[in-house]
């Protein structure tokens, strides 16, 4: 397996904007990396770097092993692109956009342009400017995930789509992943990543807070515990001073909290004392993962970032 | 809901919005004409030099094409004004397009609208705002003029007759733009059919103007850019002709609101057709793209220089027998010595390579607009080379300002030596004299090249040196400006043929310049950020 993408130290300013503050992100061959992170959070400006389209203050930036901005057309031979903000010629048909497209950048999938087309229900004869900005979103998708390219750096792609069209995009996604493409696919939608991605990164404020398998981070967080008591008396005081527990709620005798692996045998033995009478234990899910991230990070980061 | 709703918080957007433009329209164009009626009082200080002026002016069927007939010729205001009445109107009418366009038509297809009427607007809420935004701005241009004008020393109420011209222009373009804006989905294509009705309307008031009686006087009456100079402010201030305009506007806007109150946010009234299902192979490569976006510019264009060269070609056939000394003194002024009609003609011409010009710098700034649009990302994310997507916008520019007046030289030729049994002979002088004025447009396309290579937003500023070339063109001796300023404009340097003899190198130098502005373009874009 090799790297696809890889970037070290990278870092980009608009004015006194930082937008990338020494963002590292790793990519390998046949994965769909998971990119996540909230608005403003750096997201399409490492795009827009990996695609040549903004040079890079500092740091090193390699895709398919080389470097897009001095090789960008080169490179865009074997990468697609959905762009964050879809923007397209109002007086062209959306088939000629797809046409287009793909022409200036190599080759089409003809048999599944037609199937896109066809389970998106994308009328291509329209022009661009009577689309929906769901539609126009979707002119993208065809265009992207149609093409041949190997690499496809994906910018918030559902992004406007209804529900049915969103399971259409995450099927053909999955087709292109068992064709071992590599899909960098960005995002401020936990659960959309936590289905498709293999592997994640979530930036903040353009640096990567986290990055691994999906597996490995979740092994590092909590487990959240739903349970319901014989006797709630004292369980609260109990519970709150005991390690590793977080988020507590008590409610006559059921009991919510989120526990580190470190506290969970003697928050069962607190929970077993009280008389346990049903248990629900899960993972936490990647929304939980992103919200404890961010709450730790606010809490040790010095006041003065979060200022405007 | 009323359809007035939030008409108040509109407006004030709306304004707010123009607080720039608006003042700087006015103090600009007000400037100019009390600045050149100044300059005339200074150069004509007795009646006698003024009124010898005035008759070789009006008889000249250039001048009097360009800028109307002077009606009194001992009117000192007439001859003061007598360039930019014409001018200014057609500068008013254009400021009252930009202004409702901004507001109406270009908002809605934005979106912006959507996010305004999701709130608690009325219907007729933006269009009416963008409406009184532009009569506001109208007639802060026009009472600055009027004000203006009495200040450096003309009658008081004539120029507030001549004030009036411009306001009742600006009103009628007001209201035909908030008209077209409903008609068009595109706020291009409102811009492209009003450019064309104040084009078209310019034209036809030359043509009325030329032909002094009868029939032909007509056309200037048809001609919205006519009615100001029937007014004749400075030589009998005719106030009742604005009743055209101010009795047509209203129907225009009462027809603009009857459709907008029948239209969905977003459509037009001509509906889109559908496109074809799949790119031809046409549409395969930058260049293939660049032609498709910018062929309806070009397409107008061409229509609109070929009627003007027709036109101009059938004026000049009796321009020798029109012409008195005092005239011949004028044009020789303007356009070098010559054969009375080739200077006629190369006064054309060096007009021409102005508007081309702007044609040229449109045509360039299509790269401007792709980028902001966000079209640039698409393409460039594509295996399109920065270099090609480059070139494709600027050749097309470079290529179709050179066929512009290829098209207008052949049409001046062509009606011209149908008339004198010539043509072999004339398309040899015309075209070269045609052609010879290209370098001079590809400077200011490659100006404008050049600082888009530098900066996104910076393109634009090529608009202002096109006008300061004008101005330098049109008013640098009025002001006697220094000869080295004039020759900051690279029209100074073209051979004003075919009155003068075409030199290799004038126009070796301005095609080198021209091409050292766009390879400076290139390197510069080839090193910036693409936002």
Known sequence: MSTVIETRGLRKTFGSTVALDGLDLTVEQGEVHGFLGPNGAGKSTTLRVLLGLLRADSGTVRLLGADPWADAAQLHRRTAYVPGDVALWPNLSG?????????????????????????????????????????????????????????????????????????????????????????LLSSHILSEVENLSDHVTIIRAGRAVQSGALSDMRHLSHTVIDAQVASADGIAHELASAPGVEGLLVEGGRVRCSVDPAGLPTTLGILGRHGIQSLVSRPPSLEDLFLRLYRDERASAPLAESAP | MRPYAGLGTMLRL???????????????????????????????????GRRAAALAADAAPAARFMYGPIHDPSSLGGLATWKMGT??????????????????????????????????????????????????????????????????????????????????????????????????????????????????????????????????????????????????????????????????????????????????LGEGIIPTRPGPERASDSLST????????????????????TFLGLVLGSLVTNVDQMVTPQTRQFLEKLGGRGSILDVFLSVEFSIAALAVSGYAIASVLRLSSEEASGHAEVVLSTATERRAWYASHTVIALAGSAALLLLMSVAVSLSLGLQNGDLAGTLGTVVP?????????????????????????????????????????????????????????????????????????????????????VATGAALLQRRDVT
Request: hydrophobic share 55%; aromatic share 8%; charged share 15%.
């Open chain 1, 95 to 183: 088939g000629e956009v797809i046409d287009l497209i793909n022409r200036l950048r190599g080759g089409l999938d003809e048999r599944r342009r037609a199937s896109l087309l066809e389970r998106f229900d994308l009328d291509p004869t329209k022009k661009c400017r009577a689309y929906s900005k769901g539609n126009r979103q979707k002119v993208a998708l065809v265009a992207a995930l149609a093409s041949d390219a190997p690499v496809l750096l994906l910018d918030e792609p559902t992004a406007g789509l209804d529900p049915l069209m969103d399971q259409v995009f995450r099927d053909t996604l999955r087709e292109l992943r068992a064709e071992g493409r590599t899909v």
């Open chain 2, 87 to 264: 001018m200014g109107a057609v500068f008013i009418a254009f400021l009252a397009m930009t202004v409702v366009r901004r507001h109406t038509r270009a908002d809605e297809e934005a979106g912006r609208l959507e996010l305004v009427t999701a709130g608690l607007l009325g219907k007729r809420a933006t269009l009416t705002a963008g409406v009184i935004v532009a009569v506001i701005a109208v007639l802060v241009t026009s009472l600055l003029t009027a004000v203006g004008n009495t200040a450096v020393g003309l009658p008081a109420s004539s120029s507030l007759a001549f004030g009036a011209t411009w306001a009742a222009v600006g009103i009628f373009f007001t209201a035909l733009t908030a008209l077209v804006a409903q008609l068009t989905q595109s706020s291009r294509a409102c811009a492209g059919v009003v450019s064309a009705v104040i084009g078209a309307s310019y034209a036809l008031r030359g043509v009325g103007d030329v032909s002094g009686q009868g029939w032909g006087r007509a056309l200037s009456w048809l001609s919205p850019i006519g009615w100001p100079v029937e007014v004749r402010p400075y030589a009998g201030d005719r106030w009742w002709v604005l009743l055209i305009p101010l009795a047509l506007s209203p129907l225009l806007l009462a027809a603009a609101y009857a459709f907008q109150d029948r239209r969905d």
């Open chain 2, 286 to 305: 930058p260049w293939g793209l660049a032609w498709r976006l910018q062929r309806p510019m070009l397409a107008g264009w061409a229509a609109a220089v």
């Open chain 2, 14 to 48: 709306a304004l707010r919005r123009d607080r720039v433009l608006i003042p700087l329209w006015a103090l600009i164009l007000s400037a100019v004409v009390a600045g050149s009626v100044a300059a005339t009082l200074d150069l004509y200080p007795d009646l006698a």
């Open chain 2, 433 to 517: 004299a045609g052609l010879v004025q290209v370098p001079g447009i590809w400077v200011v396309a490659g100006l404008a090249a050049a600082l888009f290579g530098g900066a996104r937003r910076l393109g634009t500023v090529a608009w202002g040196a096109l006008v300061l070339f004008l101005l330098l063109g049109e008013l640098g001796d009025l002001f006697s400006l220094p000869e080295p300023v004039m020759r900051l404009s690279p029209f100074a340097h073209a051979p004003r043929a075919p009155a003068e003899a075409i030199t290799a190198t004038p126009v070796l130098g301005l095609l080198a310049v021209a091409l050292a502005l």
